[in-house]
Each structure stands twice: as structure tokens, then as C-alpha cells.
């Protein structure tokens, strides 16, 4: 989404029938749901007998993003009309079975959207941070026939004729949730570059988007894909009303990123290159035609490009006063406007965080605090409320925020995830006390023998966080009896655990580091 990455910052760190009790955003969408593979192949049959792609949507009912999508693609009369062309299913990561089926799938971040064809190739994964508007061209890009993208990469990669709507699915396809289906994470970078290479000229948006986000992709040392002409692109882009608000969504979601890239160290070329990403953001921040949750994450984008040159842990940097009090009032007002509980997850959770970067960590502490009440999952703003804690060196008010979230947390994935998050905190904050680690770490482990697939996808990685905290905790010898009481409790649901599909493998080695 466009605050995905300022939300994931924030928390620290996972029979078909339709309309389910918490469905993914409205009614009128016919979302089956998925919870076992049984339901999968019967939705992919149905996609076969009626000739009618599959359209998979992965996601939790916490997550910002996801509410993101509730708020601004799900419930378009469009997409609700659309959706009767395709196989809605819904996969909800806390259903019993989900993560089983995210490693089915290789889906991991949500929200994830798949698409597939009626014969169950993977079309595309649609990018849930795009506006909806471009989602909707791509999705009819899909439903028309599109070839799947694997086959679409392997002609663009060899120099193969590939149609401009194939162009255009590639620089929207959602690399950020491949999960290195197409290209591993570190080949990423040189591999967007290439294909804004080969895109032909009369293609200049799809080619602009792979080269943004390849420049976004670019690590530290890299080179700058396209060379010495890349930099007087992108700042005609951003000097371009019309063509910057095409690229919208990648120049918020990686503006700091796709600086570094252009200008790696701090100086006069770097802090111009600041300015003129700054005035691109600050238009797109007042356009209207924008949701709110997309200009807010334009503002976040100006607070991370403000502390481009200051230490990452700075509690405190020094920001212009007049970006700051745009900050603490833009927040205010959106959290005076907005109605709807899905908006209100997705854009107040990340007011927050950005509230927290500037600074203003009262103001931040002030709104989640005002919103528990308001929001259908508290405890993902607790946990936030516990990241500000641990930051600003309160060390009891983080474990209280941490333990409160875990307590109030819902669903058998989440509640893994937010009781990992817990462990680690009680583990850095709180090293020596032993009964309350051995007691939390004991609940956790006790939580997921009684859960189907807690050793695959999120949840698995939830176990490992755990076990990994827990072997730097007694790495020198110390709390060898608490870790060998937990292996024992551990063991016997190891011992049953099948071995081919790797939950056996997992389990055995929580411990080892």
C-alpha cells in the first residue's frame, strides 16, 4: 500500500461459503472463503467450469493495507460489478488452514492479490498499493486473457515481441510480494533496470515505473540503473504534475529510497535532489483526487526525506517547524473526518507512526490512545503504543502496551505474532526476569500445539523470532533449565509432526539459533 512501509514500521517487527462473519470489505462482493485446500481446488474448479479467472486475495483483518483496499478498491461499484467476471476468494490469514495455504500460494506480506486464469496459471499478483483506478485497468487486463507473467518476463528478458499491455503488467506487477517467484530479492534491482531499458519508447510510463522502481530496489554501492541520464529523468518526472501523479503511488511509497540511489551522501547535490522530491510529494499531498490515506503517506514520504541526513534513531530530528505542524494538523483532521472503521485502520495507524518520525511522540501516543476505542482491531495500535514506548526508553510502559496487545489480540496467527513480539520484548527490555519469559515463551509454544499450521508461513516465522530470541537469551550458558523445560514441551508435538513438508524441520529447530 502506500504507507506499507511506514505501517510495517510501526508494529516492530502474518467447505467454501460465502460471506463469511468478518467478510473482506462489503456484501455485494460474493467472496468465497478459503480456510483448507479442499476449498482452493473447489474454487479453481469452479473458475474451470465457468470459464471465469480466480481472483485470490490474502489478507488479515488488522493489517493497515488490507484495510486500505477495503476502503478504496473493494467497495468501488466497479470492482463489485467486475468481480461477478471472476472467482472472488478470500483467504483470511487467521483461518484455521490459512498458512498452510500461504505456503501453497508463496504469499507471505499482506495483502497479497493473485490472479489467475480459469485453467489456475498465475496471471499476475496485483499491487494493493496502485490506486484503484489503475488496479481496475490492470485486473481488465487479466479477465481479457492476459498470458501469465512468468511467460511475459522469460519474452521481455530474451527480446521477444511483447504487447504494450504486457509492458504495462510487468511495471505494475507487485515485486514487492513475489516471494522470488520471478526473480530473487537480489537479482531485483539489476533485472528492473533492464526491462526500463528494453521498454520501447512509446511505453514511457510502464518504462518510468521500472526504472523508479528499480532505483528504489538499488542498494547501497549499486549502480544507478540507467547510468549518468537516470537523475535528469527523474527530476523532469517530478517536475511533471501529471506524469508524477501517474507514478503516485511508488514515488510515496520509496521517495527515500529512489533519493539514496540518485544521490547516496549527504551534500548540495543530494539536498536538491530533496527539494524537488519534496514539492512533487507536497502536490500530491493536497491532490484531492487522492485518498486520504495516499495523501497522508505523501506527508510520511516528506517526514523520511526531512531526516534523509540525520541518524536513523533520532528521536527528536530537526525538521522545518512548518512540516511538523503540518504534520500534527493534517492528523488532527483526519482523525475529525473519517467515518469509515476501514479508513480509519489504514490511515490513522500510519498518522501515527509518521507523527512518531517527526518527533511529536505525545501527539502520537494522544491519537492511538484516542482511537483504541474506535478501532476493530486495538490491538495493532497497542502495539504500536509499545514501540513508542521501548523507543523513548520506557521500558515498563512498552512490556504493558506489548502484553495488553498480545491479550486483546484475535485469531491463531495473530496471536502467535503478537505473542513473538511480546517474548522479544520481555527478552531485550526485561533479561532477567525469568519466570515472565519462561511463562510468555510456555503460553506461545502451548498456543501453537494447539493450532492447525502454526509451523508453516507467518506463523512458523512467529516460532522461529521466539526461538531465535530465546537462544541469544541463553547463549552463555544462562537459563539452561527454562530453555530445557520448553524443549520439553515442545518435543512431543515435534515428534508428530510430518517431515515432508518441512512443519518437523521447523519445530525441531526453534532452539538451535
Not at 4 to 29: E, R, W
Not at 267 to 278: I, N, Y
Request: overall charge positive; proline content about 6%; hydrophobic content about 45%.
Amino acid at each position: 500500500m502506500a504507507a506499507a512501509g511506514v505501517l510495517a514500521a510501526s508494529l516492530g517487527l502474518p467447505g467454501l461459503s460465502a460471506q463469511a462473519a468478518n467478510p473482506p470489505a462489503t456484501s455485494s462482493v460474493a467472496w468465497l472463503e478459503a480456510s483448507a485446500q479442499a476449498d482452493i481446488d473447489r474454487a479453481f474448479a469452479q473458475g474451470k467450469g465457468e470459464n471465469k479467472p480466480v481472483l485470490v486475495y490474502w489478507g488479515a483483518k488488522w493489517c493497515p493495507p488490507c484495510n486500505q483496499l477495503k476502503a478504496t478498491l473493494f467497495n468501488r461499484q466497479d470492482f463489485i460489478e467486475r468481480s461477478r467476471s471472476f472467482v472472488a476468494v478470500h483467504i483470511d490469514g487467521d483461518a484455521p488452514g490459512a498458512q498452510k495455504l500461504g505456503a501453497h500460494f508463496k504469499v507471505r506480506g499482506y495483502p497479497t492479490l493473485i490472479l489467475f486464469s480459469p485453467q489456475g496459471q498465475e496471471i499476475t499478483r496485483l499491487p494493493g498499493e496502485a490506486e484503484p483506478t489503475q488496479v481496475m485497468n490492470l485486473l481488465q487486463q487479466g479477465l481479457a486473457g492476459g498470458r501469465p507473467i512468468k511467460a511475459v518476463l522469460a519474452d521481455a528478458r530474451s527480446g521477444k515481441a511483447v504487447s504494450a499491455n504486457e509492458w504495462r503488467t510487468l511495471a505494475f506487477y507487485s515485486w514487492d510480494t513475489d516471494e522470488a517467484q520471478l526473480v530473487p530479492a537480489a537479482e531485483r534491482a539489476a533485472l528492473l533496470g533492464r526491462l526500463a531499458a528494453a521498454c520501447p519508447a512509446a511505453e514511457a510510463d510502464s518504462a518510468t515505473r521500472l526504472l523508479l522502481k528499480a532505483l528504489a530496489a538499488t542498494e547501497p554501492g549499486q549502480p544507478v540503473p540507467g547510468g549518468a541520464a537516470t537523475e535528469p529523468r527523474v527530476r523532469q518526472l517530478l517536475a511533471d504534475a501529471a506524469a508524477s501523479r501517474r507514478q503516485m503511488d511508488v514515488l510515496v511509497n520509496y521517495a527515500p529510497d529512489i533519493v539514496r540511489a540518485l544521490a547516496p551522501k549527504a551534500g548540495p547535490a543530494q539536498a536538491a535532489l530533496v527539494r524537488v522530491t519534496d514539492a512533487a510529494l507536497a502536490r500530491l499531498q493536497g491532490d484531492a483526487t487522492l485518498s486520504r490515506g495516499d495523501q497522508f503517506s505523501a506527508l510520511a514520504a516528506r517526514v523520511d526525506l526531512a531526516r534523509l541526513d540525520q541518524p536513523e534513531d533520532s528521536l527528536h530530528p530537526k525538521l522545518p517547524k512548518p512540516l511538523t505542524e503540518e504534520v500534527k494538523a493534517t492528523a488532527a483532521r483526519m482523525d475529525r473526518e473519517i467515518t469509515d472503521g476501514f479508513e480509519r485502520q489504514a490511515v490513522i495507524t500510519g498518522a501515527a507512526h509518521t507523527l512518531a518520525s517527526a518527533g511529536l511522540w505525545q501527539d502520537s501516543n494522544a491519537l492511538l490512545e484516542s482511537n483504541l476505542a474506535k478501532s476493530h482491531s486495538p490491538y495493532y495500535l497497542m502495539s504500536q503504543l509499545g514501540g513508542n514506548a521501548r523507543r523513548l526508553g520506557d521500558k515498563a510502559g512498552a512490556l504493558r502496551w506489548y502484553g495488553q496487545a498480545w491479550d486483546k489480540s484475535v485469531g491463531p496467527a495473530t496471536r502467535l505474532q503478537w505473542g513473538a513480539n511480546y517474548v522479544s520484548a520481555l527478552v531485550e527490555l526485561a533479561p532477567q526476569d525469568e519466570g515472565s519469559i519462561e511463562k510468555a515463551a510456555g503460553k506461545v509454544l502451548g498456543e501453537a500445539t494447539a493450532q492447525e499450521g502454526a509451523f508453516y508461513e507467518r506463523s512458523a516465522r512467529s516460532l522461529q523470532k521466539v526461538g531465535s530470541q530465546l537462544a541469544k537469551w541463553s547463549k552463555q550458558g544462562h537459563h539452561q533449565a527454562v530453555i530445557g523445560r520448553l524443549q520439553a514441551q515442545l518435543a512431543p508435538v515435534c515428534a508428530k509432526l510430518p517431515a515432508a513438508d518441512g512443519q518437523k524441520a521447523t519445530c525441531d529447530g526453534l532452539f538451535k539459533g
